[in-house]
């Protein structure tokens, strides 16, 4: 009798496993409540098509992308912008914005708006040369977009940290601000977490990634195994209150990035949850 019972324990343990692996709950994002949001940049899936990256982003329970121009050309037509968006609607993704977008002539900076106003987002990351500025800041009251400088560290010789982008952008519209690199701000030897309490009033856009060291040298690498004290740095963006999304932009690895971006994801999304107070 007693071996009956323990038989049919183990049976209706079994069916109560199964039922719950085919109709699993729904699980919130960690960063439900919190004012940003966790997204993927698009140059992390450079080497991919649009179907592998939203297929990753479900994967990982991603659902806010910033759109690169090898997954939606600047001359895409109208039909294939709405069946780009209609993809993204079905793996539960928003493209919240376009870029980074470099711009060396006023005719560049020209498509570049009108690419967003077709896109349907309010937010360009772009890379202007610096005497373009001004006419960026005229597309920019046009349009009434955010236009947020992405900064490149020691790579590039504009652009290179949140000071730079700062100085350049200060004066200007206040719609014109900063895509906060964090890992190419920190190899140009600046301090992010600093900055993002500086400068969070032009802090439009985010990317998230880690590096080596705070000099040019210094490498991409998963998020959590390099220098970069993402506890202070999450404390920040909620001290400052930032509402934009947090990218997580990975350079690492990049003909097979997947179990890397799941590592930094798992690590930011982690450090999110142990840092709430």
């Known amino acids: 009798m007693k071996s009956t019972l323990i038989a049919l324990l183990l049976v209706l343990s079994v069916m109560v496993c199964q039922a719950q692996e085919t109709r699993p709950g729904p699980q919130p994002p960690p960063e439900t409540g919190e004012t940003f949001k966790v997204g993927v940049a698009g140059f992390t899936f450079v080497r991919f098509d649009l179907d592998k990256t939203l297929e990753t982003l479900k994967a990982l329970d991603v659902h806010y992308l910033c759109i690169k121009d090898f997954h939606l050309p600047m001359n895409s037509t109208d039909a294939e912008i709405a069946a780009f968006h209609e993809k993204l609607k079905a793996h539960d993704v928003t493209g919240y914005a376009v870029g980074p977008i470099y711009m060396r002539s006023e005719e560049e900076v020209d498509k570049a708006f009108a690419y967003a106003k077709r896109v ?158």
């Open 120 to 277: 349907g987002v309010k937010l360009i990351v772009g890379v202007p040369n610096v005497e373009l500025l001004p006419y960026v800041e005229k597309k920019v009251q046009e349009y009434d977009f955010k236009f947020a400088i992405h900064l490149h560290g020691p790579d590039i010789k504009i652009y290179q940290d949140a000071d730079e982008v700062w100085n350049h952008t200060k004066d200007l519209d206040p719609r014109m601000g900063i895509c906060l690199d964090i890992g190419h701000d920190t190899r140009n030897g600046k301090d992010p977490v600093a900055d993002m309490e500086k400068y969070h009033t032009r802090v439009f856009d985010m990317h998230i990634k880690d590096v080596t060291g705070p000099i040019k040298q210094g490498y991409s690498i998963e998020v959590g195994r390099g220098i970069i004290d993402f506890p202070a740095m999450v404390r920040m963006i909620r001290k400052v209150g930032y509402t934009g999304v947090c990218s997580l932009e990975h350079e690492r690895n990049m003909d097979n990035p997947f179990m890397g971006i799941a590592e930094s994801l798992g690590y930011f999304r982690g450090v999110i949850e142990t840092t709430k107070e």
